[in-house]
């Protein structure tokens, strides 16, 4: 099965800011719909975010308001632009597209770790 590629992660101070990748593979990218989760040492993977393939977007309440996720259809890549990072951002974040309850066109990739620590 494919894989999704994510990339971006790193160590940043609170208040800091990152801007994570999400690679895609080429064929119909612009056809689905992609989303970040991230799961937290101890915790289970959480939605935090998702993009419709036309870009219309929602993100969860606790990151709403410092979180961005934007995509590039042109070049099969989804971002998400993380500002004023706090502790508890820490986790490992991937990316997929959500078919359905606990359903994903990808198989999913290694993550990328954020660390968010002074």
């Known amino acids: 099965q494919v894989r999704v590629e994510e990339s971006g992660g790193g160590l940043v101070h609170p208040g800091g800011s990152l801007k994570l990748s999400c690679a895609a593979p080429?064929?119909?990218?612009?056809?689905?719909?992609m989303a970040w989760y991230r799961q937290a040492p101890g915790l289970r993977r959480e939605l935090i975010a998702t993009i419709t393939a036309r870009g219309v977007t929602r993100i969860i309440d606790a990151v709403k308001d410092r979180f961005t996720v934007s995509r590039d259809n042109a070049n099969n890549m989804m971002y998400l632009q993380m500002n004023n990072l706090k502790p508890e951002d820490t986790a490992v974040y991937y990316c997929n597209a959500p078919l359905g309850p606990d359903k994903f066109k990808f198989a999913w990739g290694q993550g990328t770790p954020v660390t968010v620590s002074s």
């Open positions: 080429a064929s119909g990218f612009d056809g689905y719909a």
